[in-house]
Protein backbone atom coordinates (compact mmCIF):
# COMPACT_ATOMS: atom_id res chain seq x y z
CA UNK A 1 0.00 0.00 0.00
CA UNK A 2 1.44 3.47 -1.09
CA UNK A 3 -1.84 5.96 -1.03
CA UNK A 4 -1.25 7.53 2.74
CA UNK A 5 -5.58 8.49 2.09
CA UNK A 6 -6.16 4.47 2.07
CA UNK A 7 -4.22 4.44 4.81
CA UNK A 8 -5.62 7.21 6.89
CA UNK A 9 -9.23 5.75 5.58
CA UNK A 10 -8.24 2.68 7.32
CA UNK A 11 -6.80 3.67 10.33
CA UNK A 12 -10.24 5.75 10.84
CA UNK A 13 -12.51 2.22 10.35
CA UNK A 14 -10.33 0.11 12.35
CA UNK A 15 -9.98 2.89 15.14
CA UNK A 16 -13.97 3.43 14.98
CA UNK A 17 -15.64 -0.34 14.41
CA UNK A 18 -12.61 -1.74 17.08
CA UNK A 19 -15.13 -0.41 19.78
CA UNK A 20 -17.80 0.20 18.62
CA UNK A 21 -20.26 -3.22 17.64
CA UNK A 22 -20.33 -3.31 13.92
CA UNK A 23 -17.60 -5.46 13.17
CA UNK A 24 -13.72 -4.21 12.89
CA UNK A 25 -13.14 -7.24 11.04
CA UNK A 26 -15.79 -7.06 8.78
CA UNK A 27 -15.43 -3.42 7.97
CA UNK A 28 -12.04 -3.31 7.52
CA UNK A 29 -12.92 -6.62 4.25
CA UNK A 30 -15.17 -3.73 3.20
CA UNK A 31 -13.51 -1.10 3.08
CA UNK A 32 -10.38 -2.97 1.54
CA UNK A 33 -12.52 -4.30 -1.30
CA UNK A 34 -13.72 -0.68 -1.99
CA UNK A 35 -10.19 0.41 -2.05
CA UNK A 36 -9.11 -2.55 -3.76
CA UNK A 37 -6.15 -3.09 -1.37
CA UNK A 38 -3.31 -5.40 -2.01
CA UNK A 39 -4.00 -8.69 0.19
CA UNK A 40 0.25 -8.75 0.92
CA UNK A 41 -0.06 -5.37 1.89
CA UNK A 42 -3.43 -5.28 3.83
CA UNK A 43 -1.85 -7.91 6.45
CA UNK A 44 0.78 -5.66 7.88
CA UNK A 45 -1.62 -2.66 7.62
CA UNK A 46 -3.75 -4.65 9.61
CA UNK A 47 -1.05 -5.80 12.41
CA UNK A 48 -0.36 -1.79 12.58
CA UNK A 49 -4.52 -1.18 12.74
CA UNK A 50 -4.98 -3.74 15.49
CA UNK A 51 -1.68 -2.34 17.36
CA UNK A 52 -2.93 0.87 17.51
CA UNK A 53 -6.64 0.51 18.73
CA UNK A 54 -5.16 -2.08 21.69
CA UNK A 55 -2.40 1.16 22.61
CA UNK A 56 -5.73 3.14 22.26
CA UNK A 57 -7.12 0.71 25.21
CA UNK A 58 -4.59 0.95 26.96
CA UNK A 59 -4.90 5.28 27.12
CA UNK A 60 -8.43 5.19 28.64
CA UNK A 61 -8.22 2.10 30.37
CA UNK A 62 -4.20 2.49 32.14
CA UNK A 63 -5.72 2.72 35.69
CA UNK A 64 -7.96 -0.46 35.20
CA UNK A 65 -4.61 -2.06 33.63
CA UNK A 66 -2.22 -1.14 36.57
CA UNK A 67 -5.11 -2.26 39.12
CA UNK A 68 -5.18 -5.94 36.76
CA UNK A 69 -1.21 -5.86 37.24
CA UNK A 70 -1.84 -5.03 40.69
CA UNK A 71 -3.94 -8.17 41.50
CA UNK A 72 -1.45 -10.81 39.44
CA UNK A 73 1.86 -10.14 41.43
CA UNK A 74 0.15 -9.44 44.91
CA UNK A 75 -1.03 -12.91 45.56
CA UNK A 76 -3.69 -12.30 47.48
CA UNK A 77 -7.40 -13.32 47.13
CA UNK A 78 -8.56 -10.16 46.59
CA UNK A 79 -11.25 -8.15 44.48
CA UNK A 80 -8.06 -7.25 42.04
CA UNK A 81 -6.83 -10.45 41.77
CA UNK A 82 -9.55 -11.91 41.27
CA UNK A 83 -10.71 -9.60 38.24
CA UNK A 84 -7.02 -10.61 36.82
CA UNK A 85 -8.22 -14.23 37.30
CA UNK A 86 -11.62 -13.12 35.51
CA UNK A 87 -9.30 -11.85 32.15
CA UNK A 88 -6.72 -14.76 32.57
CA UNK A 89 -9.60 -17.19 31.86
CA UNK A 90 -11.94 -15.02 29.30
CA UNK A 91 -8.92 -15.36 26.96
CA UNK A 92 -8.42 -18.97 26.84
CA UNK A 93 -10.95 -19.77 24.41
CA UNK A 94 -9.90 -17.20 22.12
CA UNK A 95 -6.17 -18.29 22.44
CA UNK A 96 -7.13 -22.04 21.27
CA UNK A 97 -9.47 -21.10 18.43
CA UNK A 98 -6.06 -18.79 17.41
CA UNK A 99 -3.67 -21.19 17.80
CA UNK A 100 -4.87 -24.61 16.14
CA UNK A 101 -7.52 -23.04 13.94
CA UNK A 102 -5.12 -20.06 12.18
CA UNK A 103 -5.18 -21.56 9.09
CA UNK A 104 -8.50 -22.00 7.95
CA UNK A 105 -9.19 -18.39 9.98
CA UNK A 106 -6.77 -16.97 7.45
CA UNK A 107 -9.47 -18.05 4.25
CA UNK A 108 -12.08 -16.17 5.84
CA UNK A 109 -10.26 -12.62 5.46
CA UNK A 110 -9.89 -12.64 1.74
CA UNK A 111 -12.61 -10.70 0.45
CA UNK A 112 -15.57 -13.01 1.83
CA UNK A 113 -17.89 -10.62 1.66
CA UNK A 114 -21.25 -12.49 1.32
CA UNK A 115 -20.18 -14.21 5.25
CA UNK A 116 -19.04 -11.20 6.44
CA UNK A 117 -23.17 -9.85 5.58
CA UNK A 118 -24.33 -12.37 7.28
CA UNK A 119 -22.12 -12.22 9.95
CA UNK A 120 -23.12 -8.75 10.54
CA UNK A 121 -26.70 -9.98 10.41
CA UNK A 122 -26.01 -11.92 13.59
CA UNK A 123 -24.66 -9.23 15.36
CA UNK A 124 -27.51 -7.37 14.62
CA UNK A 125 -29.64 -9.70 16.19
CA UNK A 126 -27.34 -9.79 19.91
CA UNK A 127 -27.24 -6.06 19.93
CA UNK A 128 -30.50 -6.05 19.39
CA UNK A 129 -31.90 -8.59 22.25
CA UNK A 130 -29.31 -7.00 24.59
CA UNK A 131 -30.56 -3.61 24.32
CA UNK A 132 -33.84 -5.22 25.53
CA UNK A 133 -32.31 -6.41 28.79
CA UNK A 134 -32.47 -4.93 31.48
CA UNK A 135 -29.63 -2.88 33.52
CA UNK A 136 -28.13 -4.24 36.76
CA UNK A 137 -25.28 -3.58 39.68
CA UNK A 138 -23.96 -7.58 38.67
CA UNK A 139 -19.98 -7.38 38.38
CA UNK A 140 -18.37 -10.33 35.94
CA UNK A 141 -18.38 -13.92 37.96
CA UNK A 142 -16.29 -16.12 36.74
CA UNK A 143 -18.85 -18.27 34.96
CA UNK A 144 -20.37 -14.83 33.00
CA UNK A 145 -16.03 -14.88 31.99
CA UNK A 146 -15.74 -18.29 30.49
CA UNK A 147 -18.80 -17.79 28.72
CA UNK A 148 -17.85 -14.04 27.34
CA UNK A 149 -14.16 -15.93 26.51
CA UNK A 150 -16.40 -18.49 24.03
CA UNK A 151 -18.22 -15.44 22.82
CA UNK A 152 -15.33 -13.49 21.90
CA UNK A 153 -13.85 -16.99 20.29
CA UNK A 154 -16.88 -17.06 17.55
CA UNK A 155 -16.49 -13.04 16.83
CA UNK A 156 -13.60 -13.83 15.34
CA UNK A 157 -15.19 -14.45 12.32
CA UNK A 158 -15.23 -11.59 10.15
CA UNK A 159 -18.51 -9.69 10.58
CA UNK A 160 -19.22 -10.57 14.20
CA UNK A 161 -18.10 -7.49 16.40
CA UNK A 162 -15.87 -8.85 18.60
CA UNK A 163 -17.36 -6.05 21.11
CA UNK A 164 -21.33 -6.66 20.58
CA UNK A 165 -20.63 -9.87 21.14
CA UNK A 166 -18.96 -9.98 24.72
CA UNK A 167 -20.92 -6.58 25.68
CA UNK A 168 -24.35 -8.68 24.51
CA UNK A 169 -23.20 -12.11 26.17
CA UNK A 170 -22.46 -10.37 29.11
CA UNK A 171 -25.93 -8.01 29.47
CA UNK A 172 -27.74 -11.43 28.93
CA UNK A 173 -25.96 -12.65 31.13
CA UNK A 174 -27.48 -9.94 33.69
CA UNK A 175 -23.96 -7.84 33.98
CA UNK A 176 -24.16 -4.29 34.72
CA UNK A 177 -23.46 -2.67 31.52
CA UNK A 178 -20.84 -0.43 32.38
CA UNK A 179 -18.72 -3.64 33.76
CA UNK A 180 -20.10 -5.23 30.54
CA UNK A 181 -18.17 -2.55 28.67
CA UNK A 182 -15.21 -2.46 30.77
CA UNK A 183 -14.47 -6.02 31.19
CA UNK A 184 -14.94 -6.68 27.43
CA UNK A 185 -12.26 -3.57 26.14
CA UNK A 186 -9.68 -5.20 28.76
CA UNK A 187 -10.19 -8.49 27.81
CA UNK A 188 -9.05 -8.47 24.51
CA UNK A 189 -5.66 -6.20 24.89
CA UNK A 190 -3.36 -9.20 26.02
CA UNK A 191 -4.91 -11.59 23.14
CA UNK A 192 -4.45 -8.61 20.30
CA UNK A 193 -0.42 -7.83 21.44
CA UNK A 194 0.14 -11.97 21.50
CA UNK A 195 -1.26 -11.57 17.89
CA UNK A 196 0.79 -9.24 16.73
CA UNK A 197 3.65 -10.63 18.43
CA UNK A 198 3.07 -13.91 16.55
CA UNK A 199 2.54 -12.41 12.74
CA UNK A 200 5.28 -10.26 13.13
CA UNK A 201 7.89 -13.34 14.25
CA UNK A 202 6.48 -15.77 11.73
CA UNK A 203 6.93 -12.93 9.00
CA UNK A 204 10.68 -12.50 10.13
CA UNK A 205 9.67 -8.70 11.50
CA UNK A 206 8.18 -5.97 9.35
CA UNK A 207 8.58 -6.93 5.60
CA UNK A 208 10.64 -4.59 3.19
CA UNK A 209 7.84 -4.42 0.67
CA UNK A 210 6.05 -2.31 3.51
CA UNK A 211 5.47 1.31 2.98
CA UNK A 212 6.52 3.00 6.32
CA UNK A 213 4.93 6.34 5.79
CA UNK A 214 1.58 4.74 4.96
CA UNK A 215 1.52 2.53 8.04
CA UNK A 216 2.56 5.58 10.35
CA UNK A 217 -0.65 7.55 9.31
CA UNK A 218 -2.18 4.53 9.33
CA UNK A 219 -1.78 3.83 13.32
CA UNK A 220 -2.49 7.14 14.55
CA UNK A 221 -5.63 7.94 12.35
CA UNK A 222 -6.66 4.48 14.48
CA UNK A 223 -4.69 5.32 17.77
CA UNK A 224 -7.30 8.66 17.55
CA UNK A 225 -10.43 7.37 16.19
CA UNK A 226 -9.88 4.46 18.84
CA UNK A 227 -9.71 6.61 22.19
CA UNK A 228 -12.58 8.96 20.52
CA UNK A 229 -14.77 5.43 20.10
CA UNK A 230 -13.46 3.71 23.16
CA UNK A 231 -14.92 6.37 25.02
CA UNK A 232 -17.94 7.12 22.88
CA UNK A 233 -19.15 3.45 23.66
CA UNK A 234 -18.21 3.28 27.49
CA UNK A 235 -21.50 6.20 27.09
CA UNK A 236 -23.33 4.64 25.15
CA UNK A 237 -23.26 0.93 26.19
CA UNK A 238 -24.45 2.91 29.77
CA UNK A 239 -27.64 4.70 28.09
CA UNK A 240 -28.58 1.56 26.55
CA UNK A 241 -28.19 2.73 22.83
CA UNK A 242 -27.23 -0.38 21.43
CA UNK A 243 -30.30 -1.15 19.58
CA UNK A 244 -29.71 1.53 16.54
CA UNK A 245 -25.90 -0.34 15.99
CA UNK A 246 -28.08 -3.52 15.40
CA UNK A 247 -30.30 -1.25 12.66
CA UNK A 248 -26.88 -0.06 11.22
CA UNK A 249 -25.37 -3.98 11.09
CA UNK A 250 -28.80 -4.92 9.92
CA UNK A 251 -28.37 -1.88 7.11
CA UNK A 252 -24.94 -2.83 6.33
CA UNK A 253 -25.29 -6.57 6.28
CA UNK A 254 -28.23 -6.84 3.80
CA UNK A 255 -25.29 -4.22 1.72
CA UNK A 256 -22.89 -6.30 1.70
CA UNK A 257 -24.89 -9.46 0.62
CA UNK A 258 -26.67 -7.87 -2.08
CA UNK A 259 -23.14 -6.47 -3.63
CA UNK A 260 -21.74 -9.35 -3.50
CA UNK A 261 -24.52 -11.30 -5.40
CA UNK A 262 -25.43 -8.41 -7.99
CA UNK A 263 -21.79 -6.85 -8.63
CA UNK A 264 -19.44 -9.67 -7.78
Not at 93 to 117: K, R, S
Not at 144 to 169: E, F, H, K, L, N
Not at 189 to 215: M, S, T, V
Amino acid sequence: MNDFLDAIILGIVQGLTEFLPVSSSGHIEIAEAILKVDQKESMMMTIVLHFATALSTVVVYYKDILQIFKGLFEFKNNEESRFALKIILSMIPAALVGVFLEDWLETLFDGQLMLVGFMLLITAGLLYFADMAKNTNKSVSFKDAVIIGMAQAIAIMPGISRSGATISTSVLLGDDRSKAARFSFLMVIPLIFGAIAKKILDAGGIPEYANGGALLAGFIAAFIAGIIACKWMIALVKKAKLKYFAVYCLIVGLIAIGYTMFYV
